[in-house]
């Protein structure tokens, strides 16, 4: 029994329910319930807190969530070898834990915390293939403040540079790090060795904590990400060249034109701008295309 919660140890569920990795899956797990407990008080304080955890596998990070305090986890695995696991630990928890069989990327993670009387959170030791994408989708939700009121979440050390960067950080800033930018904050709280996994990855991970902004600077979420997108396409080149023959809905765009709208010079490399100035160039780009000004 771990000193714990009074379950197994996880290596022990692991094994009872032959959970062996699949790679495909990105299953890297923990069994070390000190870490998972770090990764949940930073997710904490977790009264009266709902967690949607997206990958619970065997569940050593939540039973910290749980053993923690959180008022209930709803937790989205798709790995179906680990719904009797997880049904142990629901049966230890009462009317806390929610398993939903399903795909993170589909699933409606809104619609399960609907209801919820406290502050909803997500909180993942995330499948490194898939990892990138939930964010951005999380990031990208509408209407905004979204559904949830933090995130915090296991990537790779390097994906995890890339959601802080600023222009600060050159080689590491991109789509990433303006969209994290625009509508969060983000921090690494600590790194995990790859010794820490059951099988261990090549690289180090990293814990990133993720606070909507109330207010971001008001932008169309997907101008901004397409206008983003060109521009880092040729992260090296001038925004005059890299820019050119962006287009909205169908209306091209003339780079020059754009630019002096935004109010950035045209020879300006996407790595130097700011979240603020992709902010003005969806903002230019926007209305240009609501007024006709296509090439
Ligand atoms: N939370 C566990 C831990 O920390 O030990 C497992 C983390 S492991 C890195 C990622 C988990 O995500 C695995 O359990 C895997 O089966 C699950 N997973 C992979 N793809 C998924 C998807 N599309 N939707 C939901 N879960 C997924």
Known sequence: MSEFDGLPPLRDVVKKHELAAKKSLGQNFLFDLNLTGRIA?????LAGVTIIEIGPGPGGLTRALLTEGAERVIAVERDERCLAALAEIAAAY????????????????????????GPVRICANLPYN??????????????????????????????????VATPAQRADYGRLGVLTGWRATARILFDVPPSAFTPPPK????????????????????????????????????????????????TSLEALALLQRAGIEETRRAEEIDVAG??????????????????
Not at 41 to 45: Q, Y
Not at 103 to 113: I, K, N, P, S
């Open 278 to 295: 992709f902010v003005a160039l969806a903002r230019a780009a926007g209305e240009m295309s609501r007024s006709g000004l296509g090439e």
């Open 41 to 45: 008080r930073a997710a904490g304080p």
């Open 203 to 250: 690289v180090t991970s990293s814990v990133v904590e993720i606070v909507p902004r109330r207010e971001p600077l008001p932008c169309d979420a997907r101008i901004l990400t397409a206008v983003t997108a060109a521009a880092f396409n040729q992260r090296r080149k001038m925004l005059r060249q890299s820019l050119k023959g962006f287009s909205i809905a169908g």
């Open 94 to 117: 009462p009317g806390r834990l929610d398993v939903v069989p399903g795909d993170a990327l589909t699933v409606d993670l809104a619609e399960l915390a609907e209801g919820a009387k």
């Open 130 to 163: 898939i990892g990138t994408a939930l964010l951005v989708g999380w990031l990208e939700t509408e209407p905004w403040p979204p559904w949830f009121d933090r995130m915090v979440l296991m990537f790779q050390r390097e994906v995890a540079e890339r959601i």
